[in-house]
């Protein structure tokens, strides 16, 4: 299957997927790519500490607003990207037509992506690192 449409979860929408989200439209931008949360902080920018990490890699995700996952967007998605286990398996609780395209953004090493929320700037910028990494590891299978 062609992927064309990817969508990157996690809890408030504000620290990691949209770090995914702004890495993988600055790899590819011939693919629509969004991201959502699962507990979204609608209307929220991204957090200053993901958007001073992002500057460091030459990338503005100022403009990025948080918004609430829902069955649209999972239905539009060929791709779902989430940060967990726990959220793959939510989505696919919650979402039962989701399954099989819903997997983690550490798939390829099996590893959850930890949130960043209200902690130090270096663990920012360690997981913005990871979070790198995890979209480099998916380029080869877009």
Known sequence: MQIQNIL???VG???RSPM???FLKNTRPDLHIESAGLSA????QADDKAIACMDNKNIDMR???AKQINAELIKKSDLILVMSHNQQK??????????GKVFMLGHWQNINVPDPYKHDQAFF?????NIQRYVIDWQSHL
């Open 8 to 10: 990157v979860v996690c």
């Open 13 to 15: 929408n504000i620290c």
């Open 20 to 22: 995914a989200e702004y």
């Open 41 to 44: 902080m609608v209307g929220h």
């Open 63 to 65: 403009a990025h607003i």
């Open 90 to 99: 939510h989505i696919e609780q919650t979402w039962p037509f989701a399954k």
């Open 125 to 129: 910028i360690e997981t913005c690192d």
